[in-house]
């Protein structure tokens, strides 16, 4: 049954909205999750779950400065999960190895790890043979790695149901199968939202609604610049022995679980809604991953899938009010780092609605900031 006021709305039961819930519930408000399907049953559910805002950042900045708030977030989070919901989110620090294989991409990866060290983080270039010794089963055809050991890994899905159900517990109201189909406003403020099922009156709505924000935003003529990126990924069960660690190289990527399997990924292409998986993206992670570690191409094959991330043209999420509709706030586009930064996001939407001092700088993932023109990658549902 929908409730006839709520004092907050959130658009998707992703780990943004999630997330967001679990916030604005502690604070003592009681929010109310509208998602059109079952909760995490997107991206957020579907994701390889690295907490990893080392591996790819090429400069300092406030991206970078954002994954390291929001992997700082996860030990406490996720004690904090367990003690209230029993669900283990199974946080691991087990740190991340990039392995390069040309002497050209020596340079660039040590210049990679020097900066960093500089500015405080912990990142350690190994040679060729300290490398094996870390990891034998990879090739040895690599020339070095670069290990981050501060990086770190969580189960997704579970990390969903923790937060949402956390978020239950503590007075936020979830209701699944129920699409918004658009907003009530007058004027340019907003006053409700409209649902398959009828309509809920609030002063405040949180689009996250990861890849389908940008068609929400068209039924109420505003530009939200996201569009979906697909990924695919693979789990296999190895024969042998797993990496201690996730080996996280250019061709692919591999992620040891607990339960003795391996997430392998990924791809990124920009064809619209379609999240089925393909022959040729299961067959250049596979071959991409045997370059790196051999010994994969004797493992199980377990199934596959894909997922949509909430791309944005500058590749950076859109967090804030929107300038153009009073009450609608912005929490999307976290494109390969949604799960990494959801539950900061979440704090941070949080600390928005309360006009309380926010937690980091959030001034270049505002949604007025100049936003290139999408090219091609826009779609229809
Ligand atoms: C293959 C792959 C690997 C990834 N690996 C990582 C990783 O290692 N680390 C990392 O940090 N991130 C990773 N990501 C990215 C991460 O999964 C996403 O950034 C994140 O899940 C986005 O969360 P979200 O809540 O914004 O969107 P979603 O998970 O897409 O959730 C949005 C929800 O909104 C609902 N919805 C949409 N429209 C409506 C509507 N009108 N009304 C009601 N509900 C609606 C949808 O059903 C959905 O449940 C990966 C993604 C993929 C695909």
Redesign the pocket.
């Known amino acids: 049954m929908l409730p006839r006021t709520a004092d907050v709305i959130i ?9 967001t819930a679990f916030w604005l519930a502690k604070a003592g408000l009681a929010p109310l999750v ?19 805002p080392q591996s790819e950042a090429d400069a300092a900045g406030s991206f970078l400065d954002f994954g390291l708030a929001g992997r700082r977030l996860f030990p406490s989070l996720a004690e904090e999960l367990k003690a209230s919901t029993g669900v283990d989110i199974e946080y691991r620090q087990i740190g991340i190895l990039v392995p390069f294989f040309r002497e050209a991409d020596l340079s660039a990866r040590v210049a990679r790890a020097r900066w960093q060290r500089e500015s405080g983080l912990s990142a350690e270039v190994l040679d060729r043979s300290d490398a094996l010794k870390a990891e034998p089963l990879l090739s040895d055809t690599i020339e070095g790695a670069i290990s981050f050991p501060e990086e770190a ?1 969580v189960n ?1 899905r579970a990390l ?1 149901t923790a937060l949402a159900d956390a978020a239950g517990r503590l007075g936020a109201t979830f209701i699944t199968g ?4 658009g907003v009530i406003r007058r004027e340019d403020t907003l006053s409700g939202i409209r ?1 398959a099922n009828g309509t809920v009156s609030t002063k405040t709505v949180v689009l ?6 940008g ?2 935003g068209d039924t109420l003529g505003l530009r939200i610049p996201v569009a979906p ?5 693979v789990l296999v069960r190895p024969a042998g022995r797993l990496p201690r660690r996730i080996i996280y190289a250019k061709q692919a990527y591999l ?1 040891p679980t607990p339960r003795g399997e391996a997430i392998l ?3 990124v292409e920009f064809v619209g809604y379609d ?1 089925r998986p393909t022959v040729a993206g299961v067959r250049a992670i596979l071959a991409g991953l045997s370059e790196v570690i051999p010994a994969i191409a004797s493992a199980g094959f377990l199934r596959c ?6 791309h944005t043209p500058d590749e950076l999420p859109l967090i804030g009010r929107h300038p153009a509709l009073e009450g609608l706030t912005l ?12 539950p900061l996001t979440g704090r941070l939407v949080q600390e928005l609605i309360l006009g309380r001092v926010l937690s980091i700088p959030i001034e270049p993932f505002r949604p007025e900031r100049p936003v290139p023109r999408p090219t091609n990658e826009r779609d229809s549902i």
């Open positions: 658009v998707g039961g992703g780990v943004i909205g999630c997330a509208l998602e059109r399907n079952q909760l995490g049953c997107e991206a957020s559910g579907e994701s390889a779950g690295m907490l990893a890994h997704s969903v129920c699409p918004a189909v649902t996250a609604a990861g890849p389908w924000s068609p929400f990126a697909k990924g695919e990924l992620i990924g990924t791809t999240k899938w894909a997922g949509l991330r909430p929490a999307t586009g976290h494109y390969r780092n949604g799960i990494l930064l959801g």
